[in-house]
């Protein structure tokens, strides 16, 4: 049974060189969880405080808030980019996320190289990399430049390339930052069936978004943060109408 737990999850981090406290205060008080001074110039952000819930096998989850409210902090407790500063966080199967799409990529190695690095550091198998890499490639549509080290790519052919490697992964646990923008509109309706059949592919998903319209039509449920607390979880359209109610 693919699952994630949270239980009280609290995140803490120092802001080192505050300078102007009151002026630090109100403008990233008002963007989270609120702040905590130490007296010797380090600010205490309290990013998350005392988030729980369970998502089970079969759950399509998707974070609402406002700027600042917590969803991409959330994520990356979740990915284990962050650790709680307390509270108890528990999940059951393979974790997958899209947080950082150029994550080891080498600049210098060909696009060739750096699915092999790309797909080893999301933990796939050399031999399963090498049994994906033609699907990869072809998908990508970059043909030669393949061959070509990735410092001459641009910020589109990079996000192909990485895009590409990612979505060839099997995950338990997806968790995505916004849908990803995988370049030009040519391309978006092949990487938008192919992102749609990543997703059907992974039993968990837990998405943060902006758009409404993603949440709905890729999520059965939401999870509303608001400065760092979690407010209600429920089904999406009950969420939404919820989120609304409370920036009025």
Do not use: W
Not at 204 to 220: P, W
């Amino acid at each position: 049974m693919r699952k994630i737990t949270a239980d009280e999850i609290c995140l803490d981090y120092p802001i080192v060189g505050a300078g102007n406290l009151s002026l630090k205060n109100t403008v990233l008080g008002a963007a989270t969880g609120g702040l905590i001074s130490t007296g010797s110039g380090v600010l205490i952000v309290n990013a998350l405080k005392n988030i729980s819930f369970v998502i089970e096998e079969g759950d399509r989850v998707g974070l609402i808030g406002h700027n600042g409210a917590g969803k991409s902090t959330l994520l990356k407790v979740l990915a284990g980019i962050y650790r709680p500063t307390s509270g108890a966080l528990s999940l059951s199967g393979s974790v997958v996320s899209t947080l950082n799409l150029s994550l080891g990529m080498e600049l210098e190695a060909t696009g060739i190289e750096n699915i092999m690095i790309r797909g080893l550091l999301l933990g796939m198998k050399k031999n399963e990399i090498k049994q994906k890499l033609n699907d990869i490639a072809d998908f990508t549509e970059l043909g030669a430049y393949l061959n070509m080290p990735v410092r001459v790519y641009s910020y589109g052919m990079l996000t192909r390339l990485a895009f590409a490697t990612v979505t060839a992964m099997n995950a338990d646990i997806l968790l995505m930052d916004e849908v990803i923008n995988a370049g030009d509109a040519s391309f978006m309706d092949k990487a938008e069936r192919r992102l749609g059949e990543f997703m059907r592919r992974s039993e968990v998903i837990v998405l943060a978004s902006h758009s409404e319209e993603t949440i709905k039509k890729f999520c059965n449920k939401a999870i509303l943060l608001e400065h760092g607390r979690l407010i209600h979880g429920g089904k999406c359209d009950e969420v939404i109408q919820l989120y609304h109610e409370r920036l009025c």
